[in-house]
């Protein structure tokens, strides 16, 4: 495999894990890297210090070049990677960019620590994402000695995998080029997306909206919940009248619980589904010499798509008081644990969303809506 642009990986990790795991699993990449260089006879650099400021700048100038099929994101799997923000957007985001342009393989999950509900139709979106990826199973080889065979042997198969995947992206990303040389001026393709994208967004946005109103039906029982608690408390009730409570309050948000529940879910798989899309539109409308009535109609979506991003970035307050308000909950009683459970669980998969739209909204600002 030769190549005239180098090959970069972006490890998705948490630098706790890393610390836990005594520094393994960033040597790790670089025990890739070097097994990649004498495969190849070629430079694979894996940045894995979000810390550094170059990580950051490599990472948006990869993604604004179409990643060009040389451009890995490996995830280090671990049951903490799921609960860091940071590393639930980077998957989100790559996976997007990657799905628009064909070439989901660059995303190579390692699971490095086995994670409970990581299947292929987990309602949490990032383990569906994960776990409908041809991952690499590390869980028995990390508690090898990294000069064991099995461990040097699994290290070369994974240098080998990736040489593979770049070699079969190369010609995905090389056809990708080819059909855009050959394209028409008007391209049939980019108005029948704009017509799904037109019909699949406001399938997404009203799901934005019964989310708010079911959270607001919540949030005003469980205010209602702490002021019954309070004249509880002054009427010398003690445990068992916060308990009373409690589980009257348990009661009655468990239908609007699980519907929220519902709602969040659905909010990130219509969003994944609707994001390669999206992504397509903004990077090929440009390219298009389109006719002033299309383009007009392009205008106005795209002005919709970044108006419902400031809608939802002007909720993030909300979303992040209402998961205080949740954490709260959690210790009134054992009923109110999964309800709690549960509202966390939409809250986050809403927030996770947010890099998406973000990203959505800068593409836009630089690429112009046609």
């Not at 959270?215 to 308990?243: N, P």
């Amino acid at each position: 495999m030769s190549s005239h642009e180098q090959a970069v990986g972006f490890w998705s990790y948490t630098h706790k894990d890393d610390k836990l795991n005594r520094g393994r699993i960033g040597k790790l990449a670089q025990l890739i890297a070097d097994e990649y260089e004498v495969i190849t006879g070629e430079n694979l650099r894996i940045f894995v210090d979000k810390n550094n400021l170059e990580w950051g700048a490599e990472w948006r100038a990869r993604i604004e070049a179409a990643l060009t099929g040389t451009t890995f994101c490996i995830p280090i799997v671990t049951p903490a990677f799921f609960n860091s923000t940071e590393c639930r957007r980077e998957v989100l985001t790559f996976s997007g960019h990657a799905k628009s342009l064909g070439l989901e393989e660059l995303l190579l999950p390692i699971l490095y620590v086995k994670v409970s509900g990581l299947v292929e139709d987990s309602p949490d979106e990032v383990m569906s994402l994960i776990a409908n990826r041809q991952y690499v199973d590390w869980t028995d080889i990390r508690l090898e000695d990294e000069d064991s065979p099995v461990h040097r042997k699994a290290v070369a198969a994974l240098a080998e995998r990736l040489v593979g995947i770049l070699e079969r992206s190369l010609q995905v990303a090389s056809e990708n080029e080819r059909v855009i040389e050959s394209r028409d001026n008007e391209d049939p393709a980019l108005l029948e997306m704009m017509a799904e994208m037109e019909a699949a967004f406001p399938r997404w946005t009203s799901v934005v909206e019964e989310f708010s109103s079911v959270m607001e039906v919540i949030a005003t029982k469980a205010v209602t919940a702490a002021q019954e608690i309070e004249q509880s408390d002054a009427k010398g009730g003690g445990f068992a009248g916060r308990l009373r409570v409690s589980h009257q309050l348990a009661e009655s948000i468990t239908q609007p619980v699980n519907r929220f529940y519902e709602l969040g879910n659905l909010y990130s798989t219509e969003l994944v589904n609707v994001d390669p899309g999206i992504l397509t539109l903004i990077r090929e409308a440009p390219r298009q010499a389109l006719t002033d009535e299309d383009r007009e109609i392009l205008g106005e979506f795209f002005s919709s798509v970044k108006s419902a991003v400031a809608a939802s970035r002007a909720n993030i307050p909300s979303l992040q008081g209402f998961s205080e308000s949740v954490g709260v909950l959690k210790g009134l009683s054992k009923s109110m644990r999964p309800l709690a459970a549960k509202m966390e669980s939409a809250v986050r998969q809403v927030m996770d969303g947010q890099a998406i739209l973000d990203e959505w909204e800068r593409l836009i600002d630089e690429n112009g809506p046609a």
